[in-house]
Nanobody, 124 residues
Framework: VLLVESGGDSVQAGGSLRLSCVASGPGYTWSSVSMAWFRQVPGKGREGLALINDYGGTIYTDSVRGRFAISRDIRKNTLYLQMSGLKPEDTAMYYC?????????????????WGHGTQVTVSS
């Protein structure tokens, strides 16, 4: 599975952004893949943010619940992360990840495929 993120930008606090992740690959089908968004700042581990399961169920981490929304467009093979109410502490490199099968925990070790990331910078 090949993942390519886009949509990162520099915004002011309180602003919104939508990240996209286009997925492709042999045998890839939305019905069999769970996908998630992570972020990472220099010197820290990768933090799981939101997950959408193969059947469409979603899970969010406490730090983004109510501000971020994960969704997918099956026709476009695209995963989204709509971010609102952005804070300076949301500044990070954002990654999408995928795994064939069902996942219930947004942990790095649960995912096999990763994009190269897109940078989000939030200024105060």
């Amino acid at each position: 599975v090949l993942l390519v993120e886009s949509g990162g930008d520099s915004v002011q606090a309180g602003g919104s952004l939508r990240l996209s992740c286009v997925a492709s690959g042999p045998g890839y089908t939305w019905s069999s893949v769970s996908m998630a968004w992570f972020r990472q700042v220099p010197g820290k581990g990768r933090e799981g943010l939101a997950l959408i399961n193969d059947y469409g169920g979603t899970i969010y981490t406490d730090s983004v619940r109510g501000r971020f929304a994960i969704s997918r467009d099956i026709r476009k093979n695209t995963l989204y992360l709509q971010m609102s109410g952005l804070k300076p502490e949301d500044t990070a490199m954002y990654y999408c990840a995928a795994r064939v099968g069902r996942v219930f925990d947004i942990s790095v070790h649960n995912f096999d495929y990763w994009g190269h990331g897109t940078q989000v910078t939030v200024s105060s």
